[in-house]
């Protein structure tokens, strides 16, 4: 398991345009890896929301489907157990091998809902506009390790290059290589499988969190905040129809921010506080996760168990 991080894009306009490609994801079907009765396409009224809360973050909001999907806290877990069992299977061929340490991103956010909604804090933005603060660039991710043929054989199962796992069987050191090298052979252990995408989130529930995102954009009730945030943006001076239209601004791109990106973030601020932006998206999103969950019960129960199972293999290995 590995982490994928950009490395010369600002954190806090990373963090806000990883937001801004969610909003872009379609909202597909799944059958979670075979499991019948399972739908992430919403279906039958558009759900109701009582009394959105009036907050200028979420980050210490859970959404409905957070139970589902691991956390942070849980990925390191796994990656870390997935780091020690490939050392000690690797151990067990007579190669000594340590894992590339998992380094997690340096602009990670607190919590899955910390600046989903595009919030900043209003002393962020007046310091560094979209651009976001030195000290949470991402942490560039370190090389891959040159290995022999014969390491990767073993890690791999496969000595090719430019394989990332073979089929094992061979002999080394008077042992068989495990199918996919040590490498699988942890991930097998932590059970890894084409439904959680090979040992993280389960599709099904990726793809509801996803589908409740793609519509909650589309609800009259966000695309009136949104209407109330661009009239407010209009009288301090600044033309954007909408708060994810901000981020596109090509001025954004100097390698400072300026005077004018500082002041557009400070009224971007102000106007999602007056607006209650924040509160009535999160609590929207969160109705349209509710009802996809209901649809799905029973798939994302077996999902939930599966996942308290991989944490309880990762346990045992790091206690091990």
């Not at 933005?125 to 073993?154: F, I, K, M, N, W």
């Not at 509710?290 to 168990?305: D, F, G, V, Y």
């Amino acid at each position: 398991m590995t982490h994928i991080r950009p490395t010369a894009a600002p954190a806090t306009r990373l963090a806000l345009a990883g937001a801004v490609a969610l909003l872009a994801a379609a909202c597909t079907s799944t059958d979670s890896g075979g499991a019948k009765g399972t739908s992430t396409e919403a279906k039958g009224a558009v759900p109701a929301v009582s009394a959105p809360p009036s907050i200028a973050t979420a980050a210490d909001k859970a959404l409905p489907i957070d139970p589902y999907l691991l956390s942070y806290e849980q990925r390191d877990q796994l990656e870390r157990a997935d780091s020690v069992l490939v050392t000690r299977c690797m151990a067990r061929f007579g190669i000594q091998y340590q894992a590339p340490p998992q380094i997690p991103g340096g602009n990670r956010p607190r919590s899955r809902t910390d600046r989903r909604y595009l919030e900043m804090t209003a002393d962020s933005a007046q310091a560094y506009g979209y651009h976001g603060a030195e000290g949470d660039r991402p942490t560039p991710a370190p090389p891959p390790p040159q290995v022999s043929d014969a390491t990767r054989l073993v890690l791999t199962g496969s000595a090719a290059a430019n394989a990332k796992s073979g089929q094992g069987g061979q002999d080394y050191n008077g042992a068989k290589v495990p199918k996919g090298g040590c490498l699988g052979e942890a991930k097998e252990k932590l059970g890894a499988n084409p439904s959680n995408n090979g040992g993280g989130d389960a599709q099904l529930a990726r793809d509801i969190d996803a589908g409740a995102r793609e519509r909650s954009k589309t609800d009259d009730r966000v695309l009136g905040v949104f209407k109330s945030w661009s009239d407010c943006m209009r009288t301090k001076g600044y033309d954007y129809p909408d708060p994810v239209k901000v981020l596109d601004d090509p001025r954004w791109s100097s390698p400072a921010p300026t005077d004018v990106e500082r002041g557009t973030a400070v009224a971007d601020v102000a106007c999602k506080q007056q607006a209650n932006v924040v509160g009535v998206w999160f609590a929207v999103e969160a109705a349209y996760e509710s009802q996809l969950i209901e649809q799905n019960t029973t798939a994302l129960a077996q999902i939930r168990k599966e996942n308290e199972d991989r944490l309880r293999a990762a346990a045992q290995a790091l206690s091990s």
